[in-house]
DNA sequence: ACAATACATACCCATATCGGTATGCGTCAA
DNA sequence: TTGACGCATACCGATATGGGTATGTATTGT
């Protein structure tokens, strides 16, 4: 077995720096797979094989309209995402930092005695 | 080129589930090794590559003591990802999707003429 | 009908992943 | 000192990734 795949969830999805890029591109609004090459510095099977990956987890849509496909943004497998990282908020407020540094403390004080 | 290293940023290292497993464990407290590999069901080496991975992007923190390393959490890492996701929280409302069904009715309604 | 355009897909390559087993090393206990 | 324990690392194997080039297919324009 090798890593997850990439097409199992959002989690993985994201992960590809690229298809982050694709996501904020599309955050814009509605764009063509050409649009999307020329405004990425990549070969387009590249883009289409991000937007198959983006495809799969249902972070877009597309519409055929001609010869075009127009993909859009579709948030909601985000959600995950941001439920799961938002339990952690508190975790890198400076508040909790110094929490930790004190409990750190006081149990090191504890078990040592010099 | 491969995909990039998992060890590249927080977004690679939380993409795999075990990884999170071991966060979400972490949160509750410090942990040994060998507690981690008990809850979770793989093995030890597997659980100490994973602590590898989120130690090299800052996601945990070791401490020793006797022969044991104690592992804690340190969310700050995490607070890139929560950025990034939170600026797609509108995406995944209800009001936004109704508002993007009307934008692309009266598009339609403005391109064809039945 | 024919060429051009817009995409998707099929391959190929190099790489790094996750899973597992074997091994090395420092620390503690008898 | 010797053995057990706790953990990290070295390998190995199977797999899938991201990058790229070549090719196929549908739609549009001439």
Redesign the pocket.
């Known amino acids: 077995?090798?890593?997850?795949?990439?097409?199992a969830d959002a989690f993985n999805a994201v992960a590809?720096p690229?298809r982050r890029q694709i996501l904020d591109l599309l955050a814009e609004g509605e764009r063509?797979?050409?649009?999307l090459v020329a405004a990425m510095g990549?070969?387009?099977?590249?883009v289409?094989?991000?937007?198959?990956?983006l495809r799969e987890v249902g972070l877009v849509d597309?519409r055929e309209v001609?010869?075009?496909?127009?993909y859009r943004l579709n948030g909601e497998p985000l959600r995950a995402i941001y439920d799961w990282v938002r339990a952690y908020e508190r975790t890198w407020t400076r508040r909790f930092d110094l929490m930790e540094t004190v409990i750190e403390e006081l149990k090191e004080r504890h078990d040592s005695d010099d």
């Open positions: 077995m090798a890593r997850a795949a990439t097409t590809e690229r063509s797979v050409t649009d990549i070969v387009q099977p590249l289409s094989k991000h937007l198959r990956v597309v001609g010869r075009q496909r127009l």
